[in-house]
């Protein structure tokens, strides 16, 4: 079978195509036939060697993938033939890849393959960090940096279901059009104005009560300035390639909390808090109040490129690769 391998650590150069013999699925696992494969930022920074806990090359990369069931394990409820979308122990940029049962759910109806692909990190990060990590309320106001990427347009929408009052930043125009059409209210276009300056100008001064932090370095920094009394900052990526550094003495003094958020952790620690939401997130994607935004599709032999795509900031949405 065909696989897009990270052969060194290094730049996006260092992603080949090759071919790789067909995995055999263990006791509980079962092998999917992968019609689509999502990208990840987390992809990136481990092909760049910067991932805490991340695989060592040569590895294949991919977390998520939807496609259709091709064998299954000992132990597994599902059929040869069942559409599904869901995680992968790495190896998801393949034909075929294998995932663990309990991280696969049903693709629902109206899902193609490549929104199905961009469920599972994106969609459940999004949700976790709002909800089970930062606890927003219908009344609140939150920050969400990146509004037009993965996460960031999974979060738009879900903040803006739940009720509360959406600010977003993203680097263009374009960008920004995409996140107030999926529901920010406060679209801040961050390369042209500071965001902090703006997020205080809209709430009197007051600040908002929720940021979701993907970016790190010195947008957390900044972040923090755009916090209201008792305000929450869920620290869940580092795109700028740099780790957010709160102050403490700040941080107390303005009764600030810095959450961490880490999907693959949680999935292992805390798996019912993870999934929970699946069945009311896949209701909504049927219902059509929630949607997978499949922003760019590349081929799986144009894998190195779609890295390179995504490191230039030029994508929206959910990037997917096709074998
Ligand atoms: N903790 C977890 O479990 C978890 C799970 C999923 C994702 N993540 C993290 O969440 C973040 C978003 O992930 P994603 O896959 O949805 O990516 P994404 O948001 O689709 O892409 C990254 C975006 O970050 C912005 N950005 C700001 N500074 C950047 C820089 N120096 N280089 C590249 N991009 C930069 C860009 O948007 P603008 O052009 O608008 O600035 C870019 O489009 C990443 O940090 C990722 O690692 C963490």
């Given at each position: 079978?065909?696989?897009?391998?990270?052969t060194?650590?290094?730049?996006s150069s260092?992603v080949?195509?090759?071919?790789?013999?067909?995995?055999?699925p263990g006791?509980?696992?079962?092998r999917?036939?992968?019609k689509?494969?999502?990208i990840n930022f987390a992809?990136i920074m481990q092909?760049?060697g910067?991932?805490q806990?991340?695989?060592?090359?040569?590895?294949v990369p991919?977390?998520?993938?939807?496609?259709?069931?091709?064998?299954?394990?000992?132990?597994?409820?599902?059929?040869?033939?069942?559409e599904?979308m869901g995680?992968?122990?790495?190896?998801?940029?393949?034909?075929?890849?294998i995932?663990?049962?309990?991280?696969?759910?049903d693709?629902?109806?109206?899902?193609s393959y490549a929104?199905?692909a961009?469920?599972?990190?994106?969609?459940?990060?999004a949700?976790?960090?709002?909800?089970?990590?930062?606890d927003l309320?219908e009344?609140e106001q939150?920050?969400?940096?990146?509004?037009a990427?993965?996460v960031?347009?999974?979060?738009v929408?879900?903040?803006s279901?739940?009720?509360a009052?959406?600010?977003g930043?993203?680097s263009?125009?374009?960008?920004?059009?995409?996140a107030?059409e999926?529901g920010?209210?406060?679209?801040?276009?961050?390369?042209?104005v500071?965001?902090v300056?703006q997020?205080?100008d809209?709430?009197d001064g007051d600040?908002?009560?929720?940021?979701l932090d993907?970016i790190g370095?010195?947008?957390t920094?900044?972040?923090?300035?755009a916090?209201?009394h008792?305000g929450?900052?869920v620290?869940?990526?580092?795109?700028?390639?740099?780790?957010?550094t709160?102050?403490?003495?700040?941080?107390l003094?303005n009764?600030?909390?810095?959450?961490?958020?880490?999907?693959g952790?949680?999935?292992l620690r805390?798996?019912?808090?993870v999934?929970?939401?699946?069945p009311?997130l896949?209701?909504a994607?049927?219902s059509g109040d929630l949607?997978?935004?499949?922003?760019?599709e590349?081929d799986?032999?144009?894998?190195?490129?779609a890295?390179?795509f995504?490191?230039?900031?030029?994508?929206?949405?959910?990037?997917?690769?096709?074998?």
């Amino acid at each position: 079978m065909r696989v897009a391998e990270i052969t060194e650590f290094g730049d996006s150069s260092t992603v080949e195509v090759t071919d790789h013999e067909k995995p055999e699925p263990g006791d509980g696992e079962l092998r999917v036939e992968v019609k689509a494969a999502g990208i990840n930022f987390a992809d990136i920074m481990q092909r760049r060697g910067h991932y805490q806990g991340g695989p060592e090359p040569p590895y294949v990369p991919g977390m998520e993938v939807a496609g259709v069931v091709d064998a299954v394990g000992d132990g597994v409820g599902r059929d040869v033939g069942d559409e599904v979308m869901g995680f992968v122990n790495h190896g998801g940029y393949a034909e075929y890849a294998i995932a663990n049962a309990s991280g696969v759910f049903d693709l629902p109806e109206n899902m193609s393959y490549a929104e199905g692909a961009g469920f599972p990190v994106q969609f459940l990060t999004a949700h976790n960090c709002l909800f089970e990590w930062g606890d927003l309320e219908e009344d609140e106001q939150v920050l969400i940096h990146a509004a037009a990427g993965g996460v960031g347009t999974a979060a738009v929408q879900l903040a803006s279901n739940a009720g509360a009052e959406v600010f977003g930043t993203a680097s263009t125009e374009e960008k920004l059009s995409l996140a107030e059409e999926l529901g920010c209210d406060h679209p801040i276009q961050y390369t042209e104005v500071d965001f902090v300056e703006q997020v205080n100008d809209i709430t009197d001064g007051d600040g908002v009560d929720i940021v979701l932090d993907g970016i790190g370095g010195e947008t957390t920094t900044e972040s923090l300035k755009a916090l209201t009394h008792m305000g929450r900052l869920v620290a869940y990526g580092a795109a700028s390639g740099e780790p957010g550094t709160p102050n403490t003495a700040d941080l107390l003094f303005n009764n600030h909390s810095v959450i961490g958020y880490h999907l693959g952790q949680a999935m292992l620690r805390t798996p019912g808090k993870v999934f929970g939401a699946v069945p009311k997130l896949n209701g909504a994607l049927e219902s059509g109040d929630l949607e997978v935004i499949v922003g760019h599709e590349f081929d799986l032999e144009d894998a190195a490129e779609a890295h390179q795509f995504i490191e230039d900031r030029k994508s929206s949405g959910k990037v997917v690769l096709k074998p």
